[in-house]
């Protein structure tokens, strides 16, 4: 009596996809934008909170130096309120001006 081999456990050569297959494409897809990553790591978490940190201080310390020339020349000039809050506009503007400057040289 001779022993039948056992059912193979691989599948068949014909249930392998072909290249063209969508996941394949998908894998391989996938496979290459991992090696890219490991490749070329982005920067870190501190990195980026550093430049929250600058865009930050680029938009406040215009500001703040509007508000003090405004008070001061309020003060100086005896003009209550008049020209505080268009000192502070323009230093708003120039705050916004410089960050988007600072960001279009970092991309």
């Known amino acids: ?4 081999p056992p059912p193979s456990s691989t599948p068949p050569s014909s249930s392998t996809p072909p290249p063209g297959d969508p996941m394949t494409r998908a894998v391989h897809k996938a496979s290459s934008r ?5 490749a070329d790591p982005g920067p870190s978490m501190g990195t980026w909170l550093g430049q929250i940190g600058v865009l930050g ?10 508000l003090v020339a405004g008070r ?5 000039f005896g003009t209550g309120l008049s020209l505080t809050p268009p000192f502070f506009m323009i230093g708003a503007g120039l ?8 960001m ?3 991309l």
């Not at 991992?34 to 490991?38: A, E, M």
């Not at 001061?72 to 100086?76: A, G």
């Not at 705050?95 to 600072?102: T, Y």
């Open 72 to 76: 001061w020349l309020d003060w100086y």
């Open 34 to 38: 991992d090696r890219r990553h490991r």
């Open 104 to 106: 279009q040289r970092r």
């Open 95 to 102: 705050g916004m001006w410089s960050a988007w400057r600072w």
């Open 1 to 4: 009596m001779t022993a039948e």
């Open 57 to 66: 201080w680029i938009t406040v310390s215009p500001m703040l130096l509007g």
